[in-house]
């Protein structure tokens, strides 16, 4: 009953550096995401997988990479990490398109970029 | 291009008083609309949807949203509010076609007072 699992939970990057936000589901949905929450600023889409091998681009991708090899992991990569991407991360994912099913949200990565 | 706008950062209400949190949408076509809430340190979780049918949708908690077609709104309410409401809603909407994924609000902050 795990459901979508993202580690890890907190972490500290000194500029430059980089990292990856795991994220895992295990319900078989084909839809998964990641979204960067800043306060007052809502959720904004960064990337979105239909389905293993297929990523498209959101509302926010620059500084951020991802891949979709199985149909339960869904990883986010940061490159060259910037303060501005100081945020909590959230991953979700959906059986089929969001049109009529709803998403399903990990518990969230805060990452602080110093 | 879809857009939601809820207009109140904050919601104040008082235990056992109705509640309402607004939300407006922007769509082309007819739209999907959702409710999610948001508790501390935790990921979004889903409420309640519009896909058709009845404009009145009953949800999660008590919960209910009406969709108004002619103003395009989809205020959240609530006929008495419990303490344990407190949390940060988050309206999102998406066109009733295609894959275009959902889109947020800025969310709204629910707090009930005792």
């Known amino acids: 009953n795990a459901g979508v699992t993202q580690t890890p939970k907190f972490r500290i990057l000194k500029i430059g550096q980089s990292m990856t936000l795991q994220c895992t589901q295990d319900m078989n949905h084909n839809y998964m995401y990641w979204y960067r929450q800043d306060p007052g600023m809502g959720l904004k889409l960064i990337y979105y997988s239909v389905g293993a091998g297929i990523t498209d681009k959101g509302e926010v991708p620059n500084g951020y990479n991802v891949s979709r090899s199985t149909t339960e992991d869904f990883p986010l990569r940061l490159e060259l990490a910037a303060p501005s991407q100081t945020s909590v991360y959230f991953c979700?994912?959906?059986?089929?398109?969001?049109?009529?099913?709803?998403?399903?949200f990990g518990a969230g990565t805060r990452l602080s970029v110093l | 291009a879809q857009s939601v706008a809820q207009p109140e950062d904050q919601v104040n209400v008082a235990e056992g008083n109705p509640l309402t949190v607004k939300c407006t949408y922007s769509v082309s076509g007819n739209p999907y609309l959702f409710w999610y809430v948001q508790y501390p340190n935790r990921g979004l979780q889903f409420l309640l949807k519009y896909i058709t049918g009845d404009n009145l949708v009953k949800g999660s908690y008590g919960f209910e949203a009406e969709f108004n077609k002619s103003q395009t709104s989809f205020h959240l309410k609530k006929p008495s509010a419990l303490v344990s409401d407190s949390a940060l809603y988050f309206c999102?909407?998406?066109?009733?076609?295609?894959?275009?994924?959902?889109?947020f609000g800025k969310g709204t902050r629910l707090s009930v007072i005792a």
């Open positions: 999102a909407v998406v066109r009733n076609s295609g894959n275009t994924p959902l889109v």
């Open positions: 979700a994912s959906s059986y089929q398109a969001p049109v009529k099913n709803i998403q399903y």
